[in-house]
């Protein structure tokens, strides 16, 4: 008993080292992370598109790739390309020194899907070398229409100024879509796709 009580005792006097909190730039969903996702995605959407859109536009899906990192080392990338008569848009998320959680990847191709004014997909691929993608499919001979009810959508989801706020409405919307699939799987029900635009 005196042996057991002297080992408590000393275990109360030796003052254990602190665990070291995380760094705040390496909080998830800390406000200063949501305005880095937020900052990289609009700027890699205005500067894939003015690409795609320029007058001499890139011949390959390598040349059209622009990417770009956040304060948290997320390494994000973006492209828009067209071929055989459909226009793609390509999002893909990976981290730079650590792997990625899948949750993770799909809240920020969520996000994304917000900024950019797409649909939101509910699906997400992993490649080997875990990168998270998404892709976006328009057919070329809708492209203006649905280019002008992109940008509406994206002008829309771009009045929130809350990065957080932002970023809770994106995790919202795919929670949304993710959570209508699962009742459909379960109901065989097939989910309609929207005119002119596909995602895979």
């Known amino acids: 008993m005196k042996k057991t009580a002297a080992i408590l005792f000393l275990m109360l006097c030796v003052k254990m ?4 909190k995380p ?3 390496e909080r998830f969903f800390s406000p200063e992370n949501a305005a880095s996702y937020i900052a990289v995605i609009d700027t890699l959407v205005e500067r894939g598109e003015a690409i795609y859109e ?3 536009p890139a011949q390959s899906a390598k040349d059209s790739l622009v990417s770009g990192d956040t304060i948290n080392r997320l390494h994000l990338s973006f492209s828009v390309t067209a071929q055989n008569g459909v226009v793609t848009y390509f999002f893909g998320v990976s ?3 650590e792997g990625l959680s899948p949750p993770q990847a799909v809240i920020i191709a ?3 899907a917000d900024r950019a004014g797409l ?5 997400l691929s992993e490649s080997e070398k875990h990168l998270f993608y998404a892709m976006w499919l328009v057919q070329s001979k809708s492209w203006t229409e649905v280019k002008q009810a992109i940008l509406k959508t994206r002008s829309e989801n771009r009045k929130e100024k809350d ?5 809770k409405a994106a995790f919202d919307k795919e929670r949304a879509v993710r959570s209508g ?8 029900i097939s989910q309609p796709t929207p005119d002119g635009v596909a995602d895979r």
């Open 119 to 123: 649909p939101h997909t509910g699906q």
């Open 110 to 112: 969520a996000l994304f």
């Open 17 to 20: 080292p602190a665990q070291p």
């Open 23 to 25: 760094a705040e730039k």
């Open 54 to 56: 320029s007058s001499v």
């Open 95 to 97: 981290r730079l020194d």
């Open 181 to 188: 699939q699962e009742k459909q799987k379960a109901n065989q």
């Open 163 to 167: 990065p957080q706020l932002a970023f």
